[in-house]
C-alpha cells in the first residue's frame, strides 16, 4: 500500500467513501465506548458498515446491525444521549406494512424504541414495540447482521493483500457466532443472541413474529459479545446499565465542578464533563483519555497530554494517570519502522491484526515530534499544580531521558526537527500532519529535516519546567544547563522565526534553514508558553483576532490569505476547539483577557449548534447572521481535547492558577463567559485542602471569593 499519512488519510478517504446512494436522515452519528470497546451507529441505531460498526481492540466485530418492522425500514421520531453518555435511545415508528395476516397497518400505529449500551467488551440492547392501533397485530420484526472483522485501518481506508479466513457461522436456537481467524492466527469472534428464539434464524438475520396486543407492548432483548454467555434478559440488561452508569458517575466524580447562572452554559459543562469522562480508559497505570471515536479511540501521545493539561486545574489526577502510562511506555531502543529512539515519548498504540502483523508501524508509534516536549511541559505544569514530589521522583530518570533525547536531537541545527525515518512513517509529526500542512508562501512542500515553530516552544517550556524542577531538587549544575538551553531557544526563535515583513511568525524552518513565511495558528502556541516579548506577543494576537483567522466561531488553523487555504480542508483552514483555546490560553497568558472572553463565546455558540457537543473539527466559514457552523462531515465526536476545551477556556477567563508549592490559588483579572452573571467551582483541591470558589459579577467588575473550606485553610489572592 502506499504511505498512510494517519490524520490526512483517514478523514479523506472515510469522506470519499460515503455511500451516496443510502443517505441517512438525518446524518448524525451516536457512539457509546466502554474500555477498549466502542459502537458508533445512526439515529436509527443501525449500522450500516461505512465508518461505523462496533470495534473490540481495533476490530470491527459488527459492521452491519438494521432493524426493519414489516419488511421496511422505519421512520424517525427521535434520538439521544443520556447525559452520562451511557445510554443510547432512539425512538422509531413504522411505515405503512401490512401485519402477518394480510391487515394493513398504517404508518405511525407502532413505536419501536431502541436503547443500547456498552459494558465489559458486550453491547446490550432492548428492542421495545407497542402497539397503538386499535387492532391486535403480529408484526414481523428482522435484524440483519454482519461481522466483516476488519482492522481500523481498513476501515479507514488502508488496503490488503491479503486477509486471513472467516468461519462457518454457528448458529443454534437463539444465537449466531460469527468468527475470524487473522493472519496473525487470532481467533475473533462475534456471538450475537437473543431472548427470544428467532423463527427463522442464518447467518445474517433474524425474523421474529411478534404478536402486539392493542395498547400492549413486547420487548426483545439483545446481545453481542466474544461468546453467547447466557440468554439475554430484562435483568442482564438492568444490571449491565446500572453497572455502566456507576462507573460513569465515578470517573465524572473526580475532580472539581462547575455550575454557573446560565442553564444552557451549563448543559455544554455538563456534555463536556461527560465526553472527557466517556473516553478516558481505566488502564493499569490510571485514567487515560483515548483521543476520540471512530478513528482514534486509543491512547495517543499528543492528545492525552494537551487533554490532561485542559483538565489539570480542575482534575490533576488525570495528568498524573498520562505520565504514568506514557512513561512506562518511553521508548528504549532505536527502530526506524516505529520512529523510536531512547527516550522519546510515544505518538500512538493500536491493537489490531495490523500492526501485530507490523505491517504498518503503528503498535506502538513514536512518529511525533511535539510529545516528548510536551510530555515534560506536562510533568512540570502537574508538579506546580500539585506540588506533587513523591511522583515527580519517580518521574525523574523518565524526563531526564526525554531531555536527553531532545537534547541530542537538537544538536545538529539547535533545534527539534523531525523527518521520518521510514517511509510507512507519518510524514508531517507535528499536531498537523496532513501532508500539505506544512509548506512554503509559494506552495512548495519544504524538504527535511523540519523544525515547527509551536514545537520549540514546547521545547522552550520542558527546558523552563524542568529548570525549576532542578532546582528544587537541589541539582544547581542541571537547573542552570537547562535555563540555559531555554534562554538559548527563545533567543533563536525569536531570531530566526520572526518574520519582519509579515510581522509574524513563521510556520517553519526547512531543511536548508529557510522559513515557511505563512502565518498560522501555530505561533499562537508560542504566546501559550509565554516564549514571545511583549510587543511581539501582541503583534500575534492582534492578528490571530483580525478577521484572517478569526471566524467569528473560532481561530482558523491557517489565515485565509494563504495559497493552501480551503475552510473545508483537515488542517489548512478549519477551525480546531482545541486550537481556539491554547492560543486562548495564550492571549491570557499576556493580560488578554477581553478577546478571551469573546473567544469563548463563539465556542459556547458553537456547540449550542452541534448539540453541545464540540466536534474535533469543523469549517472555517465566516459566521454570518443567522447561520449555523458548518461541520467536517467524518470529524471525531466525541473528541477528547474538543470538550477539554470548555474547560481551558474557562481557566483562561477566570484567570486561575493553584500553585501546589504554597497552597494558593491566585485569581488575576477573573472575567466571566458573556450571559453568566455567576460560576461557583465546587471541591477544588489545594493540597489536602478542598474548596469552593465563587466568581461573582458585580458592575462591570468580577470578584471572586472562597466559601468555608471542606477541609484546610486555603489563601485567595486576587489581583484586579
Not at 295 to 313: C, E, K, N, P
Request: hydrophobic share 40%; net charge negative; glycine share 8%.
Amino acid at each position: 500500500m502506499t504511505q498512510l499519512d494517519e490524520r490526512k488519510l483517514d478523514p479523506a478517504i472515510a469522506l470519499a467513501s460515503l455511500d451516496e446512494t443510502a443517505p441517512r436522515e438525518p446524518h448524525r452519528l451516536f457512539a457509546l465506548k466502554h474500555g477498549d470497546c466502542f459502537a458508533v451507529a445512526d439515529a436509527y441505531g443501525d449500522i450500516r458498515g461505512v465508518g461505523d460498526g462496533f470495534f473490540r481492540d481495533d476490530t470491527r466485530v459488527l459492521s452491519e446491525f438494521r432493524l426493519t418492522v414489516g419488511g421496511r425500514s422505519t421512520s424517525l421520531l427521535g434520538a439521544s444521549l443520556s447525559q452520562d453518555n451511557v445510554l443510547f435511545t432512539t425512538n422509531l415508528t413504522n411505515l405503512p406494512i401490512e401485519s402477518a395476516a394480510g391487515r394493513q397497518i398504517p404508518q405511525g400505529a407502532i413505536h419501536i424504541e431502541r436503547v443500547r449500551l456498552l459494558w465489559e467488551e458486550r453491547l446490550y440492547e432492548r428492542i421495545t414495540l407497542s402497539n397503538y392501533s386499535r387492532e391486535h397485530s403480529t408484526i414481523l420484526l428482522s435484524l440483519s447482521f454482519g461481522a466483516d472483522f476488519r482492522d481500523m485501518f481498513e476501515v479507514r481506508g488502508s488496503t490488503r493483500s491479503k486477509r486471513g479466513t472467516a468461519h462457518t457461522a454457528e448458529i443454534t436456537r437463539n444465537a449466531v457466532v460469527l468468527g475470524y481467524e487473522g493472519l496473525d492466527k487470532v481467533v475473533r469472534t462475534s456471538a450475537i443472541s437473543f431472548s427470544h428464539t428467532p423463527d427463522q434464524l442464518t447467518s445474517e438475520r433474524a425474523d421474529f413474529f411478534i404478536a402486539v396486543t392493542k395498547r400492549s407492548s413486547q420487548t426483545l432483548y439483545v446481545e453481542v459479545g466474544n461468546e453467547t454467555d447466557a440468554r439475554p434478559e430484562s435483568d442482564r440488561f438492568r444490571a449491565a446499565a446500572a453497572r455502566a452508569r456507576f462507573g460513569m458517575r465515578a470517573k465524572r466524580r473526580h475532580g472539581a465542578t462547575l455550575h454557573s447562572s446560565g442553564r444552557v452554559f451549563n448543559d455544554w459543562m455538563e456534555r463536556a464533563r461527560a465526553d472527557v469522562a466517556l473516553l478516558t480508559t481505566e488502564l493499569a497505570t490510571g485514567p487515560y483519555p483515548y483521543a476520540g471515536i471512530p478513528w482514534f479511540s486509543t491512547a495517543f501521545g499528543r492528545d492525552g497530554v494537551i487533554s490532561a493539561l485542559q483538565m489539570l486545574w480542575l482534575n490533576p489526577g488525570l495528568a498524573r494517570g498520562v505520565l504514568a502510562f506514557l512513561a512506562q511506555h518511553q521508548a528504549t531502543e532505536t527502530s526506524p519502522f516505529s520512529d523510536s529512539e531512547p527516550g522519546k515519548i510515544m505518538h500512538e498504540t493500536r491493537k489490531g491484526e495490523m500492526v501485530a502483523l507490523s505491517e504498518l508501524p503503528f503498535g506502538r508509534y513514536y512518529g511525533g515530534v511535539d510529545t516528548t516536549p510536551l510530555y515534560i511541559h506536562l510533568a512540570c505544569a502537574y508538579a506546580d499544580r500539585t506540588g506533587d514530589t513523591a511522583f515527580i521522583d519517580d518521574l525523574w530518570p523518565s524526563l531526564c531521558a526525554a531531555a536527553e533525547w531532545i537534547e541530542t536531537a537538537s544538536r545538529s541545527t539547535g533545534f527539534l526537527t523531525y523527518q521520518r525515518a521510514a517511509e510507512s512513517g507519518l510524514a508531517n509529526q507535528g499536531w498537523k500532519d496532513s501532508f500539505d500542512s506544512v509548506f512554503h508562501a509559494d506552495g512548495r512542500i519544504p524538504k527535511g529535516p523540519i523544525a515547527l515553530v509551536e514545537v520549540q516552544g514546547y521545547v522552550f517550556a520542558a527546558f523552563q519546567g524542568l529548570a525549576k524542577l532542578a532546582r528544587l531538587r537541589g541539582d544547581v549544575e542541571r537547573a542552570e544547563s537547562w535555563e540555559m538551553r531555554a534562554d538559548a531557544i527563545r533567543q533563536q526563535v525569536e531570531r530566526r522565526f520572526w518574520v519582519e515583513e509579515l510581522g509574524y511568525y513563521a510556520l517553519a524552518l526547512d531543511g536548508d534553514g529557510q522559513p515557511c513565511k505563512v502565518r498560522t495558528s501555530n505561533a499562537g502556541h508560542l504566546l501559550y508558553v509565554g516564549l514571545p516579548s511583549p510587543d511581539r506577543a501582541r503583534m500575534v494576537a492582534d492578528q490571530l483576532l483580525s478577521a484572517s483567522f478569526h471566524s467569528g466561531w473560532g481561530l482558523r488553523t491557517l489565515a485565509d490569505d494563504a495559497i493552501f487555504f480551503n475552510p473545508m480542508s483537515y488542517h489548512n483552514g478549519s477551525i480546531w476547539p482545541h486550537d481556539t483555546a491554547i492560543c486562548a490560553a495564550g492571549l491570557a497568558r499576556y493580560g488578554i483577557r477581553d478577546s478571551v472572553v469573546r473567544l469563548m463565546s463563539g465556542t459556547f455558540e458553537s456547540a449550542v449548534h452541534f448539540n453541545m457537543r464540540l466536534p474535533e473539527l469543523f469549517c472555517g466559514f465566516t459566521r454570518a447572521a443567522g447561520e449555523a457552523p458548518i461541520a467536517y462531515p467524518v470529524a471525531c465526536l466525541p473528541q477528547a481535547w474538543s470538550a477539554g476545551s470548555a474547560f481551558m477556556l474557562m481557566q483562561s477567563c477566570l484567570g486561575l492558577q493553584i500553585d501546589g508549592w504554597t497552597g494558593e490559588i491566585h485569581v488575576t483579572r477573573p472575567r466571566l463567559p458573556i450571559g453568566i452573571d455567576s460560576l461557583v467551582i465546587r471541591h477544588l483541591s489545594v493540597g489536602q485542602a478542598a474548596v469552593d470558589l465563587t466568581f461573582q459579577r458585580v458592575g462591570d467588575r468580577v470578584g471572586a471569593f472562597l466559601a468555608e473550606p471542606h477541609e484546610g485553610l486555603v489563601p485567595l489572592v486576587v489581583r484586579s
